[in-house]
Structures are given as C-alpha cells and as structure tokens.
C-alpha cells in the first residue's frame, strides 16, 4: 500500500537537505504493508471517488487523511454543538465550536510540524516528464509500476465527460490539455482503445477539434520533442536573445521569473532541434493525433495554429509578422555558417543560466516545467 513519507532522506546521496528534509513529503509504495482496515478504507474512497469524479473533481487527499487518522486519533471530549434556527449564539457555543475545529485540525499536523496536503491541479505537469522519461529512456527506472498505475488512474479519473481533459482538474477540455493526456497515457502503455472507451473518446476530441496541429505552443514544444510533431510547426525560441545587454527591455531576464526560467531552457532545446529515438510508439501517436496522414501536414500553418477553446488572447498581427520573420529569415542564418557560429555561441551562454539555476535552487528549479526541461 501507499504511505506518505514525511521528513526522510535516508541515505539517498542524490538529496541535499539544509533542514534534515523537514517539510518534505513523498509517496512511497510498500508491498510489503499489512494494514486491512487502511487498504480497505483507501479502496473504498477510490471507488467513491471515481463515481462522482465529474461533480467533485478533487480528492480532498482522503489517502492522506487515512493515514493521519491512524496516526494521529482524535480525542475529543467536547460534545457537538447544534442551534436552532432561532436560537442565540452563546461564547460558550462559539469556544467549544473553535476548539472541536481546532483538535480536528490538528490530527491533519504531521510530525515535523508541517500540515501536508497535494500540490496539484494542473494537467499539464505531468506530460513534460513522462515525455521526459521517454526520449531518455528512464520511464521504468523512475517511475515504478505502482506509480505508472496510479498515474493512469489518476489520468483517466481526471477526464471529461465529453472526453477531453483540461487545463487543470476543474477545467473545460482544452487541445493542450487533452493531447498531453492522451499521449501520456500512450506512454504509460495504454492502447489506442483502452480504459473502456475512455482512449478513444479522448482521441475522437482531439480530431473532432482540429486535430494536435491546434495544440498551443507549450504543447507544440512538448510534441517535437517527442517526435510526434515538426521542429518547423512551431514558432521560433531564438537562444540569441540571451546574449542581447541587458538594459534592452526586451532581454528575458526583464521577464516574470517564471516566464523567463521556462523559456531559458525551451530556447536551448529549440535551438538544438532535440528530437527523442523514433520508436513503434510514436509513430502510431503519429497516425493518431492529426487529421491527416502525417507526411501531408503543413507545418509552416501549424505554427499559428490554437483551438479556440484554448486561444485566451489572438495574436495581434505583429506578432505574427515578427514570428514568420524570425522563422522564414532568421532561423535558416542561423542554421548554417557563419549563423551557426552565434547560434552555438548563444547556446552555451544558455547552458551556464541553466547550470546557475540548477545550483541556486539544489537542483529543485523553480518550478515543476523546467525542472523537467
């Protein structure tokens, strides 16, 4: 069964810790664990769960609230205070309501101090790293068959009834949120008509809605890497922009920090071209994901291309005028000699930022999208 590991390292020589791992909180599958009554509780909510996923979308982290009820039982001697419509509100009412809110409260506490809880929501964490494991062939190093199984249970439950996934849990279906999903749970080893339909609902959404050339640019990145979508079907990340002085207001180091700390290692990529092994898997996420036979898609269009369901703000025509600039003129200098020379140059100014952000941060980044990048 699952357990949550709260404040341990152990030996683990790839940790660093400044705290002795206080406030660090991780899942850990014991085979091994013999607890009935927790397991029995735990499928119980899974099952729950799942029945009324379209109407509660969270899981109020019930697996942890198991676990912490075990650990930490609840002594309260006060008794429940019920008031009738008309009835005054006393101090004494007011202070045993607070102090039976507060004993609840406290059994949720973990050992080190700090109240745990999930950190998720978005839908599209996930995709970046399992694609990740994938080109780099660690998928089954890293991720266990018990985390592979709870992420497709935790993939499936999280899609629409209309058969797309959103942005995040509670979002409308969107095509970058749908066809992440959808070749994540490829990745994972699922078919093309598995989950009792819910593959191929989820891939009818895809095409009914144009199609993975619709996808937004995050997911067009993402994509290419992988080797399911054309380098020239997205619009270009130029690495030189690093290398502009730094009193320009255009230098990305002006940037939102997490805007520019995704960009920094997106535009090394980019300007690299890294394309993952072409396996079986991709090439029938090839014929899967797009309206026409892959050979016969036009990427120079696909560049500007966005599902209204995810197109919050159109483009205004200069940004369309400086992307096919850069694409059509700047790029192909770049490409080859004497370009190339500047191109290899500013990827390596690049790579010291990415190296910097690493040790600054021990190895954690900034957040989960460039971690994985």
Request: charged share 20%.
């Amino acid at each position: 069964m699952w357990r949550l590991k709260i404040a341990e390292g152990g030996a683990d020589p790839w940790l660093r810790t400044k705290n002795a791992h206080v406030g660090r909180q991780v899942w850990e599958f014991d085979a091994a664990a013999d607890d009935p009554d927790a397991l029995a509780a735990v499928d119980a909510a899974r099952r729950e769960f799942a029945a009324r996923r379209h109407q509660l979308k969270h899981s109020a982290d019930l697996p942890m609230r198991i676990q912490l009820a075990k650990e930490n039982p609840l002594k309260l001697d006060l008794p429940a205070i019920k008031l009738g419509e008309n009835e005054d509100v006393t101090e004494e009412a007011v202070s045993t309501t607070l102090k039976r809110a507060l004993s609840t409260f406290s059994t949720l506490q973990a050992h080190d101090g700090y109240w745990p809880g999930d950190y998720g929501g978005p839908m599209f964490l996930m995709p970046g790293l399992l694609i990740m494991l994938h080109v780099t062939g660690a998928m089954n190093t890293v991720l266990s068959p018990e985390h592979q199984k709870e992420i497709r249970r935790y993939l499936y439950n999280h899609q629409n009834e209309d058969g797309g996934w959103g942005l995040h849990i509670e979002g409308p279906s969107t095509m970058f949120g749908s066809a992440l999903t959808y070749v994540s749970l490829r990745l994972l080893g699922e078919g093309p008509d598995s989950g009792d339909g819910a593959m191929e609902k989820g891939r009818n959404w895809i095409l009914d809605h144009g199609g993975a050339t619709y996808i937004t640019s995050w997911g067009k990145f993402w994509l290419a890497v992988l080797g399911v979508f054309d380098w020239s079907g997205n619009n270009p990340l130029p690495p030189e922009i690093w290398m502009l002085p730094y009193c320009l207001p255009v230098h990305p180091g002006r940037m939102w920090c997490h805007c520019r700390m995704v960009y920094l290692p997106m535009c090394y990529v980019y300007g690299k071209r890294f394309v993952g092994r072409i396996t079986p898997i991709i090439l029938e996420l090839r014929n899967e994901l797009f309206k026409v036979p892959y050979s016969e898609v036009d990427w120079d269009s696909a560049r500007n291309l966005c599902a209204k369901e995810d197109l919050y703000y159109p483009h205004p025509l200069i940004q369309d005028i400086l992307w096919a600039t850069l694409h059509k003129f700047v790029e192909p200098v770049m490409m080859h000699w004497p370009g190339n020379k500047l191109r290899e140059k500013s990827l390596n100014h690049v790579m010291q930022h990415v190296h910097y952000e690493d040790e600054n941060t021990r190895y954690i980044c900034i957040g989960p999208v460039n971690k994985v990048i």
